[in-house]
């Protein structure tokens, strides 16, 4: 349900201020987010009750409302209103790690749904990513990815067969797949190499994600190598760009 103010709010605006009208707005909304009372997915009211609360103008509100989008901290849709942002997830780019690993130590409860799952011939480039011969046969699994049942991600996973018969048989969509090969075929994810980049969804992975067509995605495409040092996997990862952020400690 949206919020309302307990008080009238234009009283607490300081016309006399040399901070602008909009950056006052925002950050009283902005410390109602932090401090909890606003909470993620909560709506906001609309930009004509904002005005009449604030004792503003429609273009101010207007410009707070940007100033928190730009922020992260808020999201509109079109037609339905304004509502509080999820956090970002934070991942950091220093070592390997699992979906649900990496949700489990956030607090956030993983989940899995199996979107397509089937063996596909190696094309030209997947073999030579892979280090197999065109045509070899590949284990194609894509799945939705979900944190407390809001779609977080899609990956798609190109996994050599050969070197996992039968995972398509397997419950990848309750078990972590890494954990599978580790424990069953004897696979273990010794190390990888990955590329980012930002790209726009398309109309398909929007219908999936939950976002509009054409937001912002975080594209990672990553080849792990087993223990042996010979590529195991090629996975693509498209993720959420209000949803994710890449951190990495560098060091001079």
């Known amino acids: 349900m949206p919020f309302t103010l307990s008080e009238p709010t234009a009283a607490r605006i300081d016309r006399t201020s040399g901070?602008?009208?909009?950056?006052?707005?925002?950050?009283q909304l902005r410390a109602r987010i932090v401090a909890g009372s606003l909470r993620p997915g909560d709506a906001l009211p609309t930009e004509f009750d904002l005005k009449d609360q604030y004792g503003v103008s429609r273009a101010t509100v207007r410009q707070a409302l940007d100033t928190l989008e730009r922020e992260g901290l808020i999201y509109r849709e079109q037609g339905r209103g304004t509502f509080v942002a999820h956090p970002a997830v934070e991942q950091a780019l220093t070592r390997v790690v699992s979906f649900t690993e990496d949700m489990r130590s956030r607090g956030f409860a993983p989940g899995t749904r199996v979107l397509s799952a089937e063996l596909r011939p190696?094309?030209?480039?997947?073999?030579?990513?892979?280090?197999?011969?065109?045509?070899?046969?590949?284990?194609?699994?894509e799945r939705l990815?979900?944190?407390?049942?809001?779609?977080?991600?899609?990956?798609v996973s190109h996994?050599?067969?050969?070197?996992?018969?039968?995972?398509?048989?397997?419950?990848?969509?309750?078990?972590?797949?890494?954990?599978?090969?580790?424990?069953?075929?004897d696979v273990r994810i010794a190390s990888a190499s990955q590329s980012i980049q930002a790209i726009n969804a398309s109309r398909e992975l929007a219908d999936v994600l939950g976002v509009k067509r054409g937001a912002a995605l975080l594209f990672i495409e990553r080849v792990s190598h087993s223990q042996y040092a010979v590529p195991i996997e090629l996975l693509q990862i498209y993720h959420r760009g209000d949803r994710y952020v890449l951190h990495n400690e560098l060091r001079g």
């Not at 901070?19 to 950050?27: F, K, R």
């Not at 990815?145 to 990956?155: K, T």
């Not at 067969?161 to 580790?182: F, S, T, V």
Request: hydrophobic content about 40%; some cysteine.
């Open 19 to 27: 901070l602008p009208l909009y950056l006052q707005i925002a950050e």
């Open 122 to 141: 190696a094309t030209g480039e997947l073999a030579n990513r892979l280090g197999v011969q065109t045509g070899d046969e590949l284990a194609r699994i």
């Open 145 to 155: 990815r979900l944190a407390d049942g809001e779609p977080m991600s899609v990956e």
């Open 159 to 185: 996994l050599v067969h050969r070197a996992c018969p039968g995972i398509l048989q397997h419950d990848y969509a309750n078990q972590p797949l890494r954990e599978m090969l580790e424990r069953d075929y």
